[in-house]
């Protein structure tokens, strides 16, 4: 499952990313959005402290259970003060900006890189590609077969596809989002649970978060 690289114009890249997830049902090569050099190389770092094959984290993804994982993950922050209730928050009402893809961008000018690189893997469904890359187990950053179980549920349930992978940033594509503010406010504490840094360092309150999941096509992850 060794992944290889494509380098092209900053411009280009989200048109040709997506010539090339048309062709993947095809292919079996599947497409993601790397960024520019200094990011391919730290997601072909960070692997090399994996020693698991991606087949092995395949399987081990297969024996996580998230209600489990989630639960650990609460109780350990609630070591250190966490309160739902203070990190929920109130509605902000509609949220026009749901997002769009970014790696190809510089993340604080939003200038397009001259050029990036688009990464491909031979993998069997889009969620198996943090196995590929061994990505994760690093800071706050889920294993990767946790990351595995949480995209094979979003994949599931929502249509959503990693098309995006840099150092410490994952984006999706998502084809069925979550279309009411229940459903939006489920999937915001999941994505809490799984990535704290997109609301502690980001948007700030639950609610908030789940009024840019509502009906959005792209979500974003970072973990500092």
């Not at 997002?99 to 990464?119: A, D, Q, T, W, Y």
């Not at 990767?144 to 150092?167: D, N, T």
């Amino acid at each position: 499952m060794t992944f290889t690289t494509i380098k092209v114009p900053g411009a280009e890249a989200v048109e040709q990313l997506n010539a090339l997830r048309d062709q993947y049902p095809q292919t079996g090569q599947y497409p993601f959005l790397i960024g520019p050099d200094e990011e391919r190389q730290r997601i072909t770092e960070a692997a090399e402290f994996n020693q698991e094959s991606p087949e092995e984290i395949i399987l081990a993804s297969q024996k996580v259970n998230l209600d489990e994982w989630v639960a650990e993950r609460r109780a350990e922050l609630e070591e250190y003060g966490f309160s739902a209730d203070e990190m929920l928050g109130a509605w902000p009402g509609d949220i026009i900006e749901k997002g769009s893809l970014s790696l190809h961008k510089n993340v604080l000018s939003g200038r397009i890189h001259p050029e990036v690189f688009l990464g491909q893997v031979q993998i069997e469904s889009p969620w198996q590609l943090p196995a590929a890359l061994k990505y994760g187990g690093w800071n706050d950053c889920p294993e990767p077969e946790v990351q595995c179980a949480f995209h094979q549920k979003w994949y599931s349930e929502f249509g959503a596809e990693i098309c995006g992978v840099a150092g410490d940033v994952i984006e999706c594509t998502v084809e069925r989002p979550p279309q009411d503010q229940e459903s939006a406010l489920r999937l915001a504490w999941e994505q809490y649970w799984y990535c704290a840094d997109i609301v502690d360092q980001g948007c700030e309150t639950i609610n908030n978060l789940a009024a840019t999941l509502l009906k959005s096509p792209y979500w974003f992850f970072w973990w500092d």
